[in-house]
């Protein structure tokens, strides 16, 4: 199946994809009141930072491979008057100081945002995640089933690496994940290839140049691990615990030009997602890797139809 050259490299091209130090630290959106409930204390999550604009209920948004948490700034502004969103940037991404320590990158994550929304004393925060974003959800919330509200997930999967095998194992697929973190962590990105990438993750010019920016500025050591993290963690029999209604929002259009369709690209989404007790699959018809950014009318009629209809988490 071609879809799976074209999905890997979704990953691929994410670790290869963005940045720049300029838009690391985004402040604040323009006319918006940033609430926290407890006084935040960095120390406790070095592998965060965290960026809190508006006021409600509260809104975890979680970026994917080499992003900052200015990827959402879009959604932040739309959601600010209704819910207090919690803006994630992960170490390492998008011009963000690396972490001290790669070891157990991803698994680090997950434990310190969870202790993040334990600490902040968030009620069942709604979480929306793209691509190792999504993926990280999913994970906190097989983890933690009680401890988070309805998740919507921007073009990720359980796991990767089985894209085009279904019976791929995590053991199995990690001599390939391995060479791909040898492979970044010893590696620089340059701005062309970066563009190159990026223009396979979205079709706005002015959005290539931004992924590219926020690409060349990570860390690719730390890349390489989220990427070894991610293609050897096999989320699928994990989802089965996930209390929470997800909705699943998938892209297909990049894959075309390798012979996919977006019902054969649908077809790997509910496949993954088989175990999973209250999710909805929608797919794009026209967006690529970045759906709020290249079907945002759409991406937003998705979200906001969902939240309106799952205010709560079902318990």
């Known amino acids: 199946m071609k879809l799976v050259s074209a999905l890997r490299s979704f990953s691929l091209c994410s670790a290869l994809l963005l940045a720049d130090p300029g838009f690391a630290a985004a402040p604040a959106l323009a006319g918006t009141t940033s609430l926290s409930v407890i006084p935040d204390n960095p120390a406790a999550h070095p592998n965060f930072t965290v960026r809190v604009v508006g006021k409600g209920r509260p809104m975890l948004l979680i970026p994917g491979l080499t992003c900052p948490g ?23 991404f998008g011009g963000n100081a690396a972490p001290a320590s790669t070891s157990q990158l991803l698994l680090n994550v997950r434990d310190q945002l969870l202790a993040y929304i334990k600490t902040q004393k968030l009620d069942k925060p709604v979480v929306v995640g793209h691509s ?121 259009a990049a894959y075309q030009q ?27 018809e026209a967006g690529r890797h970045f759906l709020m950014y290249d079907d945002t009318a759409w991406f937003f009629a998705q979200s906001d139809a969902f939240l309106k209809q799952n205010p709560i988490a079902k318990k």
Request: proline residues 5%.
């Open 132 to 252: 190792l974003g999504g993926f990280m959800g999913l994970w906190m919330s097989a983890t933690e089933p009680t401890t988070l509200g309805p998740l919507v997930i921007v073009d990720s999967l359980p796991f990767l690496a089985a894209v085009q095998n279904p019976t791929q194992t995590a053991e199995g697929a990690r001599p390939m994940a391995e060479g791909m973190r040898q492979q970044m962590s010893n590696g620089k990105n340059s701005m062309a290839n970066a563009r190159q990438m990026s223009a396979s993750l979205v079709t706005d010019t002015a959005r290539v140049t931004q992924l590219a920016r926020w690409s060349v500025a990570s860390d690719m050591p730390t890349v390489g691990q989220a990427m070894y993290d991610m293609f050897t963690t096999d989320l699928r029999p994990d989802v089965a615990r996930i209390q929470q209604p997800v909705l699943v929002l998938g892209a297909w």
């Open 70 to 92: 200015a990827v959402w700034d879009e959604t932040v502004a739309r959601y600010q008057k209704q819910y207090q969103c919690h803006v994630v940037s992960l170490a390492g």
């Open 258 to 284: 390798y012979g996919s369709t977006k019902e054969s690209t649908k077809a790997v989404f509910e496949q993954q997602y088989a175990k999973l007790p209250q999710h909805h699959i929608e797919m794009s």
